[in-house]
């Protein structure tokens, strides 16, 4: 995980802070071809060089309870089975990076898992 820079610290420590922050979710497995990559927003976005498609899904984090097993719960709304199918057709392990970043700097990677 990278570390987060001052102004993204601050936006997240802001109790009414005006920053929007996006998650990009890119999936990748060799037999893919390119990897699939979304962003949780209402329009396509480029970060860092990389165009994320918008596309509706959900990131759910665990809790803060560091005595169990954590994961990170992922709700794909795909309704018209874009993404679905690919990842069903997949032959091999799928890697999957989540990351967050702010609306107003998106060239630049805040969190990375």
Known sequence: MRKLSAPAIKSVLEHNSDDVWLT?????????????????????????GLLFQA????????????SRLQSVKINIFDIVQQIMPKIR?????????LSAIRASAPMKLKLAQ
């Open 24 to 48: 990009l979710l890119e999936i990748s497995e060799t037999s893919l071809g390119a990897p699939i990559r979304v962003v949780n927003n209402n329009e396509d976005i480029i970060s860092n």
């Open 55 to 66: 596309f509706h899904f959900e990131t759910i984090l665990p809790d803060s309870d560091i």
């Open 89 to 97: 057709q997949a032959q091999g392990d799928i890697d999957v990076k």
